[in-house]
């Protein structure tokens, strides 16, 4: 759940645009990728860019709603909220003012398996993020008022983004239904009953656990030396003391699942019905082989864009569909979800909507994907690589999710070349071993008059 944070001021971003500009097109240590340990077990990552004079910092905890302790749901994404408080050194706003200061921007978001924080600023003030993070990092001062006040910012939070939505109800429904025994079945806001449960104890506890130098990944691109970056991090997060070594994360495994499983909410609200199918496959981090990086290439062949099989077959050639797609959520730590998706456009139904996408996906099982069409496949996704090197903070999201969940440098600038070793055979294996509807979880949403449909 992102904080609203502050966007690049005019000012800066002329002055970045003319500095790029008079500066030559390439330096020579861009994209060299440094990675080096603190003392204190932080890990660092550098990725030079020095095409504008801005630089992306990211610190990643490993830690997500996934870890959280039982029957404290929600308390990951609420501690997320509350690092952006008062500390021993500074008071609450102050970073954030300091970053609007010069222009900058910062926010924060939770997920399943990891909390980040960034913030994208002048390389000037790259050492002063460093030190208002590194602070937050063990300083925060933790009232009583202090959780209340924010308690109810998230609870608000869940009524606005999730209770009044009725995509969002659903989305909740069928995650707890596709997962039997993974926390992923546990939304990452949490449960109302359980959030607004969240104390004190429960937020120290929480912090002095998984808030550690030992626990945390630094990433930073943009226009700065590697050398001197590790010269501010041990100035600064180096000062910070290692905390106890952490268990493995370890959580419960998803059993084999046998059945197919219908979850389905009709509201007023709702003016166009659509659904998902979803599907429990390996992640990267739990996958044989080869099996994760053909997973990505059938979701790109069978819904990734409007060339895929189900967009042009559904929405181009038939018509029928106003979306269809398909997405692999390979960078989780555990097992992970493979979904398609459709909603009917003019008079179609949504049952023809499904027909035509299990149609699509059953073609693939019986017939495979040509090696035309696979070459296409690979060449745009390993494009899209080459296209995140424009934004830092594509290049910090790729390296920090990644290590975060278990992965190292090598197997970010490896993907490439593992993506091109994927056969036909390979994505056929993949789509016939994992997408079978028996074991498939769907979920429907409907207006209110198509109840009982």
Known sequence: MRRTGFGL???LLASALALAAAAPARAADDGEVKDFLLDNGMEVVVIPDHRAPIVTHMVWYKIGSADEPPGKSGIAHFFEHLMFKATANHAAGEFDRAVSEIGGSNNAFTSYDYTAFHETVPPSALEQMMGFEADRMRNLILTDDVIKTERDVILEERRSRIDSNPQAVLDEEVDATLWQNQPYRIPVIGWMQEMEQLNR???????DAYYRPNNAVLVVVGDVDPNAVKAMAERTYGKVARGPDLRPRIRPVEPEQNTKRTVTLTDARVSVPSFSTQWVVPSYHTAKPGEAEALDLLAEILGGDNRS????????????ASEAGAYFQGTMLDATNFTVYGAPRGDAKLVDIEAAVDAEIARIVKEGVSDDELERAKTRYVRSMIFARDKQDDMANMYGSTLATGGNVKDVQ?????????TADEVKAAAARYLVLDRSTSGYLL?????GN
Do not use: H, M, S, T
């Open 9 to 11: 001021r005019a000012a």
């Open 201 to 207: 104890p429960d937020a120290k506890a929480f912090y």
């Open 309 to 320: 099989r189900l967009y042009q077959q559904l929405v181009v050639k038939q018509g029928i």
């Open 414 to 422: 490896e993907w490439p070349d593992r993506i091109r070793k994927v």
């Open 447 to 451: 207006p209110q008059q198509q109840a």
